[in-house]
C-alpha cells in the first residue's frame, strides 16, 4: 500500500482487546513525526450506559455519534470506531484491522476492567464507570449482563456489521439472526486491506509490509498486574456454566476468526490454534494473577483517595 496521507488516510479499525494500543503505538512510532494522527471512540460498542451528558470533557471528547464526526485532514486514522463509521467518511482509505481468539478477548477484557480503580474511571461518571464495574463480579454474571452485551456477546461480528438493524445495545443476539449476522461480519471483514491475528507469531510484521512501515519491536498491552482484592481465581470462575456461556457469548466470533485463520495462517488448524491460545493465556494470567501490584507510590495513594470518595458519595453502589 501507499504511505499514508490525508487524501488516502490509513485507517485502523482497533477492535477492543485485540492488540490494538500495541500496534496503534508501533504504527505512530514508524511515522514521520509530523504525521497527522486522529483518534476517535464511536457508539457501535456502547451498551445500556449510555448517558455521554455525564462524562467528562476529556472522554465525552473522543466520541463521534456518527461518521460526518470523524475528522477530516489525518494521515492515520484510529480507535475504536468500526468500520461502519469510517467507511462513509473516507472514500479512498487502507483499511486494516486485528482479530484475537474470541473467548481470549473477553477473558482480557473482564480482567483489564475488573483492575481498573475508581480512579481510573474517574472520567466516565456514575453511569458510564458503570460498565467496567460490572467486572468486578464473577465472570459468569459477566457474561450475563445485558447492559454489556455489545461488549461480551460477539463483540467481533458487532463491530464488523455495526449498525446492523439486527443488533441491540441491551440484548445479546438470537440465534436466528446468526446467519444473517455471520455473512454480513465476513462481508466486511473481506474488505479490509490487511487483517492480522494476534496468533500469528509475525502479526506485526506482516502488519508492517501490508501497510509499507516498518514496525518497532512492542510488548503487547497485556493486563499483568490487579490489584489484590479483586483478582479473580480463574479455575472456580472457568466452571463448566461459565465455559459453555463464554462459547456460546463467542460462537460467530469464532467463525469469523476462523475465516481469517484460514487465509494469515493457511498451513495451521483453526480449532488447534484456539485451544493452544487459551491454554497459553491462561498459564500467562495465573502468573500474572499471582504477581505483585504494579503501581507507584503517589497512584497508589491517589487511587486511595479516590476510592474512598466515591465510596462516600456512593458511587460504587449498588454493585460493590
Not at 256 to 268: Q, S, T
Amino acid at each position: 500500500m501507499s504511505a499514508p496521507s490525508p487524501q488516502r488516510p490509513l485507517v485502523f479499525n482497533h477492535i477492543p482487546k485485540c492488540a490494538g494500543t500495541s500496534a496503534r503505538n508501533a504504527i505512530i512510532a514508524a511515522l514521520p513525526p509530523d504525521t497527522t494522527t486522529v483518534y476517535r471512540v464511536d457508539v457501535s460498542l456502547v451498551g445500556g450506559y449510555d448517558r455521554f451528558d455525564a462524562l467528562r470533557p476529556q472522554a465525552a471528547a473522543t466520541f463521534v455519534h456518527s461518521p460526518e464526526q470523524m475528522p477530516l485532514g489525518a494521515a492515520f486514522v484510529t480507535g475504536h470506531v468500526s468500520p461502519g463509521t469510517t467507511r462513509p467518511r473516507y472514500d479512498e482509505r487502507q483499511e486494516v484491522t486485528i482479530l484475537r481468539a474470541p473467548r481470549l478477548r473477553v477473558l482480557s477484557q473482564w480482567v483489564h476492567s475488573r483492575a481498573l480503580s475508581d480512579f481510573d474511571l474517574r472520567h466516565f461518571g456514575h453511569a458510564g464507570s458503570i460498565a467496567f464495574r460490572v467486572a468486578r463480579g464473577g465472570l459468569g454474571d459477566y457474561l450475563e449482563h445485558a447492559m454489556i452485551a455489545p461488549n461480551i456477546d460477539n463483540t467481533i461480528t458487532r463491530f464488523l456489521t455495526w449498525p446492523h438493524a439486527l443488533l441491540s445495545p441491551t440484548e445479546f443476539i438470537e440465534d436466528k439472526y446468526d446467519d444473517e449476522l455471520l455473512d454480513a461480519a465476513l462481508e466486511s471483514l473481506d474488505r479490509f486491506d490487511h487483517v492480522g491475528l494476534v496468533e500469528d507469531p509475525h502479526f506485526l510484521d506482516n502488519l508492517g509490509a501490508a501497510i509499507g512501515l516498518a514496525l518497532p519491536e512492542t510488548r503487547l498491552n497485556e493486563r499483568v498486574s490487579v490489584p489484590r482484592r479483586r483478582r479473580p481465581n480463574l479455575g472456580p470462575e472457568l466452571d463448566q456454566r461459565t465455559r459453555e456461556l463464554l462459547a456460546r457469548r463467542t460462537r460467530l466470533d469464532e467463525q469469523v476468526w476462523a475465516h481469517a485463520a484460514r487465509k494469515v495462517l493457511p498451513d495451521a488448524d483453526p480449532g488447534q490454534v484456539l485451544d493452544a491460545a487459551w491454554d497459553k493465556a491462561l498459564q500467562r494470567y495465573d502468573a500474572a494473577l499471582n504477581a505483585p501490584y504494579e503501581s507507584r507510590p503517589v497512584r497508589r495513594a491517589a487511587e486511595l483517595a479516590y476510592g474512598t470518595y466515591a465510596a462516600a458519595r456512593g458511587l460504587r453502589r449498588p454493585w460493590f
